[in-house]
C-alpha cells in the first residue's frame, strides 16, 4: 500500500509496512527552532533528500518556536553527527538531538560534534 502525504510544498510517497514497528525499535530526531514558514519545509527536505525515510513526523508549535519531531525505525536508519549538523546549519533551528524509545537524549559516537545545545551548557 502506498500512502502519499503533502505537508507544505513537500510531497512523500512511501509503502505503509503491514506489521507496527516495536517500540524499542523506534528513534526520534526532535529539532526546536525559532518560528519561521520554512523550517519545517527545510528540516524535512534535509532528511528526505538524505534517501531517509520516516516512520511518522510532528510538529507542535506556539507563537515563536517549533518543536518538529520525526520518527525513525533504527532497523532502516542510523543515525549520525552529520545529520545533525546539516539540520542545525538551518538559520531558525536552535537544537537538535536523537532520542531513544524512552524519550532519553540517545548518545552518539564522538567525532569532536556537540550539540547547540550542550555547547552552551558546556560554556556555562
Known sequence: MVRVRTIGQL???????TAK???????????RALHCPLVFERVLGL???AAIIPVDV??????RTFVIE???DRAQFMPTHWILKQVEG???VRSAEFLDA???QLLLESDGHRSKR???AFRR
Open 118 to 120: 550542550a555547547a552552551a
Open 102 to 104: 524512552s524519550r532519553r
Open 21 to 31: 514497528c516495536p517500540r524499542e525499535r523506534l528513534l526520534w530526531l526532535q529539532v
Open 70 to 72: 520525526i520518527q525513525f
Open 58 to 63: 510532528a510538529l507542535e508549535t506556539d507563537d
Open 90 to 92: 538551518v538559520p531558525s
Open 47 to 49: 532528511v528526505t533528500g
Open 11 to 17: 510531497e512523500f510517497a512511501a509503502d505503509i509496512p
